[in-house]
């Protein structure tokens, strides 16, 4: 059997991963991208946590289909206001407001 | 097969799975094409559903595919086809060297001290192995999620049409002040008074306004 660390080991890791892509990336297609990474490195934690708990069996899976429901609403919400975004700055760049103030 | 130990399998499958997710997850951030970016995530998304059947949770690996490869990457595949400016290869990095080197020192960081920790954690102690419950029983997990808790199931529904409608408003919203400019109130095109018009509308607001003063 895989060790629990492992699976926790490389949940961190994407986590990581997924938060430098949020906090280095100005086109918010890829921080969105990069959130959507965090949230599978949350969703492996969780279930490898479940797994290995006697009492979270059911208990992890049910709070992975949530988290899976509520990342599908938020993508969907994220998509919306960056088309609003776009719309009113003509750009997905995230540093476009302060360069407009400064104009 | 003689010799063959099922746990060192398991391990390498773990460890061949993690090394593919990690590549695709770095090319789904770094890769200049953010169409091809989003093709990779959508990949990405499919092997760690490997990885929940590896963890013996064969229903959350499968609306993983559905949910994460079939929908949220095709969301994000169209929302790059349709943002004309989404493709600019300037928009990747800040302007700064400074700024990316610090941003890649915070996530570093974060993730050395939260994997050390995960490894210091006595999860042994903590969660008895000779406890670990494999939970493929779909039927348990069905009964456990919509007779046990499934107001909790309804909750999340409702949470997400909320949420949905709420997009769909904003859009609306949007769209409508965009073409308050040309439209109407009641998004029919304005016209220009004629004279006449004009001051039969003027005696009516006189009219109207007398009637109240006398009230």
């Known amino acids: ?103 | 097969m003689q010799g063959f130990d099922p746990a060192l399998f398991e391990q390498l499958e773990f460890l061949l799975i993690a090394g593919i997710v990690l590549v695709l997850a770095y090319l789904a951030l770094e890769h200049k094409e953010i169409v091809y970016a989003a093709f990779f995530f959508g990949f990405m998304a499919s092997f760690v559903a490997g990885f929940f059947l590896l963890l013996e949770a064969p229903f959350i690996a499968g609306m993983q595919i559905a949910v994460y490869t079939g929908g949220i990457s095709t969301l994000i595949i169209f929302a790059s086809l349709l943002l004309p400016r989404a493709q600019d290869s300037t928009l990747e990095t800040f302007a700064t060297p400074r700024a990316r080197q610090i941003s890649l020192v915070v996530a570093v960081v974060v993730t050395v001290m939260t994997g050390f920790l995960a490894v210091i954690f006595p999860w042994a102690e903590s969660f008895s192995e000779a406890f670990v419950s494999i939970s493929q029983d779909l039927n348990g997990l069905a009964h456990w999620l919509w007779f046990e808790n499934g107001i909790y199931v309804q909750m999340i529904a409702l949470i997400m049409i909320t949420a949905l409608v709420g997009a769909i408003t904003l859009l609306r919203m949007d769209k409508a002040e965009q073409l308050s400019s040309i439209t109407g109130v009641f998004g029919v095109e304005a016209e220009p008074k004629t004279t006449e018009e004009a001051t039969i509308n003027d005696d009516e607001h006189a009219a109207d306004d007398s009637t109240g003063v006398d009230e």
Do not use: C
């Not at chain 1, 080991?9 to 086109?27: C, D, E, H, S, T």
């Not at chain 1, 890829?30 to 979270?56: H, Q, T, W």
């Open chain 1, 1 to 103: 059997m895989v060790p629990l660390s492992w699976y926790l080991v490389l949940a961190f890791m994407l986590i990581g991963l997924g938060g430098y892509g949020m906090m280095v990336k100005r086109n918010l297609i890829r921080i969105l991208i990069g959130a959507e990474i965090m949230g599978n490195g949350v969703m492996i934690a969780l279930v490898a946590i479940a797994l290995y708990s006697p009492v979270f069996s059911f208990t992890g899976q049910g709070l992975i289909i949530l988290v899976i429901s509520v990342a599908a609403a938020h993508t969907a919400l994220a998509m919306v206001l960056m088309l609003m975004y776009n719309r009113r700055y003509g750009s997905v760049d995230l540093g476009k407001p302060v360069e407009m103030e400064g104009q």
